[in-house]
């Protein structure tokens, strides 16, 4: 092993959009597993937009990114040394060690996985935070009926493309809401959504996003499961039926604004609708997560759950990664490829 391993630390709050020099990049000494403890190499590093959140200092759900210290985030990667009975050499194991490409800990929070039969690099994406994310919100807050229509916004991406394939198991009439052809075509051809409305095409003007929405549900929405927020938001909402679910487990397009994210614009719709919406946090749910993860994990091996990935080449790719994610950049899964 190496006498020094990279991280990436947080250097400066962003004062609106994230830019490279909210971040660190340092060399600091490996440190050899204690009593009890681990050390891992990592192999992948995921990229979640949950993170631009915590590097702010407002209250939230979770304690802010701490000045100087490791970026936060899930890993996957192999034991490279273990005092710690649970563990053997060359296990694989998803933990939280951050933007980093070492982890030593007691090995609270690690556990090991299989990649037989499932990808390394997936743990951390269908079969990870963002696949329990979705089955989460689509099962337990939306609870889908077959022949309901499901409408997903970020439908491309990692959380977006496991619900409305997980809707369509469900026997629902999934529609997503991506930005660009390639990615619409992605959404409909490849993950076998109904349709794809792209918000892009759309531009500026509401009244055609709006149109093309109505199109793709003539039968209005019965559950919403919401990534984005903003315009798109609001137009969906404008489309519930009566009783109609909505989760809600991120608002990315506000989340570069200094202001935060944009307001429902009709709280009337609440009456006249009579819908549900529910905000949530997958980590709330721990105990459920086996049963999840297990399902997930058997879809992704047997080729009946789909993903793309978009990986980054090496720690110091991850700052720009991760501005990318925020600007809809990426397509699928954003990982960062540390070995």
Not at 52 to 66: D, L
Not at 240 to 262: K, Q
Request: one cysteine or more; charged letters at 20%.
């Amino acid at each position: 092993m190496p006498d020094t391993y990279r991280r990436i630390v947080l250097a400066a709050r962003p004062d609106g959009a994230v830019t490279a020099e909210n971040f660190a990049l340092e060399t600091v000494p490996l440190p050899q597993a204690a009593d009890g403890q681990v050390v891992v190499r990592n192999d992948y590093l995921s990229l979640d937009p949950y993170m631009r959140g915590r590097m702010n200092e407002s209250k939230s759900y979770a304690v802010p990114q701490p000045i100087g210290e490791t970026m936060i985030g899930a890993t996957v990667g192999r034991v490279v040394e273990s005092r710690n009975a649970k563990f053997a050499v060359d296990d694989v194991v998803v933990g939280m060690y951050g933007w980093s490409e070492y982890g030593c800990s007691d090995g609270a929070g690690l556990m090991k996985v299989d990649t037989e039969h499932v990808p390394e690099s997936a743990y951390l994406g269908p079969v990870g935070m963002p696949g329990m994310t979705a089955w989460y919100g689509l099962n337990k807050v939306i609870e889908p009926k077959a022949g309901e229509t499901i409408v997903v916004s970020a439908a491309s991406g990692a959380v977006g493309s496991v619900v409305g394939q997980l809707a369509r198991l469900h026997g629902c009439r999934t529609v997503g809401i991506a930005g660009g052809p390639d990615k619409c075509a992605y959404v409909t051809d490849e993950l076998g959504f109904d349709a794809c409305v792209d918000y892009k095409a759309a531009g500026s003007d509401r009244q055609a996003l709006r149109a093309a929405l109505e199109d793709a549900t003539p039968d209005g929405v019965d559950g919403y499961f919401e990534n984005v927020g903003g315009v798109v938001m609001n137009t969906v909402l404008g489309r519930l039926n009566p009783f109609a679910r909505v989760a809600i487990c991120g608002l990315i397009s506000g989340y570069d604004d200094a202001g935060g994210a944009a307001p429902i614009e009709n709280p009337a719709l609440f009456l006249v609708a009579r819908f549900r919406m529910q905000g949530f946090i997958v980590s709330d749910h721990l105990p459920l997560w086996p049963t999840g993860l297990k399902e997930l994990g058997t879809l992704v091996a047997t080729g009946r759950l789909k993903y793309r990935e978009t990986i980054a080449d090496g720690l110091p790719a991850a700052p720009e990664a991760f501005m990318g994610l925020l600007k809809g950049r990426n397509f699928g899964k954003q990982l960062v490829e540390l070995s």
